[in-house]
């Protein structure tokens, strides 16, 4: 009887201490319960814990954007935090940490939805110069409906069309995103520019090819006829304007021409491309020229070298006086064909006394001829020196009375 | 006679009301035709101003796509760390201003959310970013998309709910980042967390066993607590280092104030002075122990870039002088306990304790306490104690006794002591010149007996005390000025023969 007492109450006593000595093994840890250590974003996200004491510590949490405090429910002894929204929604590591005097710490990692929502497509730049150095490129990044990047190695297929060729290439999403370069080619042109990940597919992109800068080019000159008086105009043509691979420049290249004189001045004309070609015009000298032409296309080509002569019309240049010498009448001006020059033809009339230049006076003909008046008021009577300028012709008359 | 007094009061004050109504309203108008300076609309005025400047060590450039230039880098760090500050604040605040500067359109729901929540739960985050490791990844053709990886942030983060404080840590964490440039501004697209893990401190240093330490406070008798303004005389400074070497001592411990230093940007003209300090140390054979953050008094966790900015710039252009002895980081820290709070100012200090000892690995680190309780906390962070002592005498031994006790493994200095021998009209009672060599007597002996590392308070009498160092009161200010060796006649006192105990 006494044995059996014996036994029985040690079996109590032994009961006893492995029961208190559980508890308190388990008062003093809280142990995490939930395994899984990567879920989807969007997932409802619980962290639970073992807990045998009715305590409820807070759960420090902290994401890609930021950090927070969890409080937990307890359901007798399981300790559940719910992971928050703005957290569960986003990808990457989170670290969470029990604040308990004995505190537990880990981390799981939220990854992107299998499915993609929205290409997010950088391309750029939208203009590139046709030839094989030149490239623009495109920069994918396929997100979640929770707007996450796709993991690394995502495939990513970029579709691009250029002429009658279309293209596919794939590539893969690396540290976020994906970019593929995609070369011009040596035709000018547009190339349009798709991507695709996951089926999902991104909208129309286009990129221009411009034609790379222009080559050297040929000057053309177009003019009426051959004669310098200074009423028709001379048109300058470049040759079709071609880059290295033949495509016509872009139009409005601006094109300028280099005259040069036989004095050595310069006299500059300007026009811009149109499919290729710029004109520029000249009028015509209103004497004997030779000139020397040449086109720039500014820091990029430039063309041969041309000249042109004018020759002279006005051969003689006639004078009369009138009304006490003060009315002077240059003509008749006679063209090419003994014709009266057109109207406009310049001429100049100066006045000297005693080798002082007085007065300079500069009129136009009109029906051949052109006449200068001395106020009498401005030039008094007395003895003057008269010299006439026209078409390169200069004809002095001294001493002349004016009364 | 009245009527017509009656009539002149009413139409003056009417027209004072008229008149202050149309003037009223004509401010008004032309304040609201000011309008706003068209330079704004480009962002182009913001004046940089160091406000968050974490450690940022630039991986060598090796991208993928368009080549980086050094101007566009600086300017994508600047917005980078200026994301990360908008992002303290808000945390900080709980408020959302600024952020839409520097996230998109997207990205800024997700810190939104964020302060949402922590709103609601009265959740409040102060945290700072220390040290960013960034790697350029990958520089978009048209320049506006780069793709950067983060390694190894040095994060620092104190948590409170309903107001207290329930988490302080430290993490390290590497980010891949995506930024935009957007209306001039490079802001954050995509961040994803790929790492995170506990910051552990480095260990460094062998513990010190036993130092030897006999020295004193010195701020020079003319310029106290101004020792590098206008009135720096390395004359002065050298004559002084003389009767200090004279005296049988061996070292200085001087102050750095960081506001007069310049804060974050330390001025050249200061550093020069400090450094000439530490020549004229050199040649006087004196070791100095240079005492940073004097007058320093915020903690604030957004401060600790900029601290720690001051702190480099000092400790790395004195690390190599060889008449350094050790950095004390701050003078009495535990001052500032009660306005600041315990635990803020002892992260603070930690922080700053662990960054000084990277920045030298050479010279030994302290913490200046003004109190022997005080000096146990951050034992462990320390290279050696220190502890300021103006109590009765009597107790010193046992204070010593008992922080030897608790420190074992690390030396403990002394590193001020003094009596004032003022007595006057604001302390009848003080203190004589006699009782102050008596003083000095008694306590060169305690030193003596356990030899304890020490260095007493102060070389001079002085004339002036400035008010940030005990404040306006009169009886406090003259007390202060008696703490000296030597009077202010500038004759040696009673106590000059007891500054040092062979």
Redesign the interface.
């Known amino acids: 009887m006494k044995y059996k007492q014996h036994i029985f109450l040690f079996i109590a006593i032994l009961i006893a201490t492995i029961s208190t000595g559980q508890e308190k093994d388990q008062g003093n840890s809280i142990g995490l319960l939930t395994s899984q250590t990567e879920f989807e974003v969007g997932s409802t996200v619980l962290l639970q814990f073992s807990s045998a004491e009715a305590v409820t510590p807070?759960l420090?949490c902290?994401?890609?954007?930021?950090?927070?405090?969890i409080?937990p429910v307890l359901e007798e002894t399981t300790l559940n935090y719910e992971i928050?929204?703005?957290i569960a929604n986003?990808?990457?590591?989170?670290?969470w940490?029990l604040?308990h005097n004995n505190p537990t710490?880990g981390?799981f990692v939220m990854s992107p939805q299998q499915h993609v929502a929205t290409m997010?497509t950088?391309?750029?730049?939208p203009t590139i110069e046709a030839g094989d150095i030149d490239?623009?490129?495109l920069?994918v990044?396929p997100t979640d409906a929770l707007?996450?990047?796709m993991p690394e190695g995502t495939p990513v297929m970029v579709h691009h069309r250029f002429l009658d060729t279309q293209t596919e290439e794939e590539i893969e999403t690396k540290?976020?995103?994906s970019?593929k370069?995609i070369s011009s080619r040596r035709k000018s042109g547009r190339l349009f520019i798709a991507a695709e990940c996951l089926e999902t597919h991104s909208t129309e992109y286009t990129v221009d090819v411009l034609p790379a800068i222009p080559t050297d080019f040929t000057i053309s000159v177009d003019r009426p006829h051959e004669y310098a008086d200074g009423n028709q105009i001379t048109s300058f043509y470049t040759s079709i304007l071609r880059d290295a691979h033949a495509n016509i420049v872009s139009d409005g290249t601006f094109v300028t021409f280099f005259i040069r004189n036989k004095a050595g001045n310069v006299l500059k004309a300007s026009g811009t491309t149109v499919q290729g070609i710029a004109t520029a015009k000249m009028i015509h000298p209103d004497q004997e020229e030779q000139w020397t032409v040449q086109a720039y296309v500014d820091g990029m080509a430039e063309s041969n070298t041309i000249s042109i002569a004018y020759q002279q019309v006005v051969e003689n240049v006639e004078i009369a006086f009138a009304k006490a010498n003060r009315e002077i009448q240059v003509g008749p001006l006679k063209s090419f064909m003994n014709q009266m020059i057109p109207d406009g033809f310049q001429v100049v009339l100066e006045v000297y006394k005693d080798n002082v230049l007085l007065e300079t006076y500069t009129k136009t003909s009109r029906k051949g001829y052109v006449s200068f008046s001395l106020e009498e008021a401005i030039f008094k009577n007395d003895t003057y020196t008269f010299t006439i300028k026209t078409a390169g012709l200069e004809k002095n008359l001294p001493n002349i009375k004016l009364w | 006679m009245n009527r017509n007094i009656l009539r002149s009061i009413l139409i003056i004050s009417y027209m004072i009301i008229i008149a202050v109504i149309i003037g009223g309203i004509s401010s008004l108008y032309s304040y609201l035709n000011t309008g706003a300076d068209r330079a704004t609309i480009l962002h182009t005025e913001i004046q940089k101003i160091d406000q968050y400047i974490p450690d940022v060590y630039w991986a060598p450039l090796y991208n993928e796509g368009r080549p980086m230039d050094q101007e566009t880098l600086e300017r994508i760090e600047n917005n980078y760390l200026d994301a990360w500050y908008v992002k303290q604040i808000a945390y900080k605040t709980n408020t959302t201003s600024g952020i839409e500067d520097y996230y998109t359109e997207n990205a800024r729901k997700n810190l939104y959310n964020t302060i949402a929540h922590n709103t609601e739960e009265g959740i409040v985050v102060e945290a700072t970013t220390l040290e960013h490791h960034p790697t350029l990844e990958f520089f978009s053709e048209d320049g506006q998309l780069v793709v950067i990886t983060d390694y190894d942030v040095v994060e620092y983060k104190r948590l409170y709910k309903d107001e207290v404080l329930i988490l302080e840590t430290t993490e390290t964490a590497t980010y891949k980042i995506v930024l935009l440039l957007e209306d001039g501004f490079w802001r954050i697209r995509h961040m994803v967390k790929e790492h995170q893990e506990v910051y552990t401190e480095k260990e460094r240093f062998d513990t010190l066993k036993d130092i030897s330490v006999k020295g004193i406070n010195y701020y020079p008798q003319a310029t106290p607590w101004d020792m590098f303004g206008d009135g720096f005389d390395p004359e002065i400074l050298s004559k002084d280092f003389q009767i200090i070497k004279d005296a049988g001592l061996e070292s200085i411990r001087i102050f750095v104030q960081y506001d007069d230093f310049g804060k974050a940007n330390v001025q050249e003209d200061k550093l020069q002075k400090l450094k000439q300090t530490l020549d004229l140390a050199e040649r006087h054979n004196l070791k100095v122990m240079v005492t940073l953050f004097d007058f320093y008094g915020d903690y604030a966790v957004l401060d600790w870039t900029l601290n720690r900015r001051h702190a480099a710039t000092i400790v790395s252009s004195l690390k190599e002088h060889p008449a350094l002895y050790a950095w004390d980081i701050k003078n009495e820290p535990n001052l500032d306990f009660e306005s600041r709070g315990e635990k803020q100012v002892t992260a603070w200090l930690q922080m700053m304790t662990s960054f000084v000892k990277n920045t030298d690995p050479d010279h030994p680190v302290t913490i200046g306490w003004s109190n022997a309780e005080s000096a146990i906390i951050l034992k462990d962070h320390v290279d050696f104690v220190s502890f300021h002592f103006y109590e009765d005498l009597d107790t010193l031994e046992d204070v010593y006794l008992y922080l030897n006790e608790e420190i074992p493994t690390k030396p403990i200095v002394l590193s001020e002591f003094g009596m004032s021998s003022y007595k006057g009209i604001w302390n009848p009672f003080g203190n004589s010149e006699n009782d102050q060599a008596t003083y000095h007597k008694e306590i060169q002996g305690i030193i003596a007996k356990h030899k304890i590392p020490s260095m007493s308070w102060t070389l001079y009498d002085f004339v002036e005390i400035p008010k940030e160092v005990v404040g306006r009161l009169p009886w406090q200010k003259n007390n202060q000025k008696q703490f000296g060796f030597i009077n202010q006649k500038g004759d040696e006192k009673a106590a000059f023969k007891y500054i040092f105990k062979e």
């Open positions: 807070l420090y902290s994401n890609s954007y930021g950090s927070t405090v409080t928050p929204d703005f986003k990808s990457g590591l989170v670290h940490k604040i710490s981390s997010e950088y391309i750029g730049p490239y623009t490129m920069v990044i707007d996450n990047p540290k976020i995103i970019y370069n």
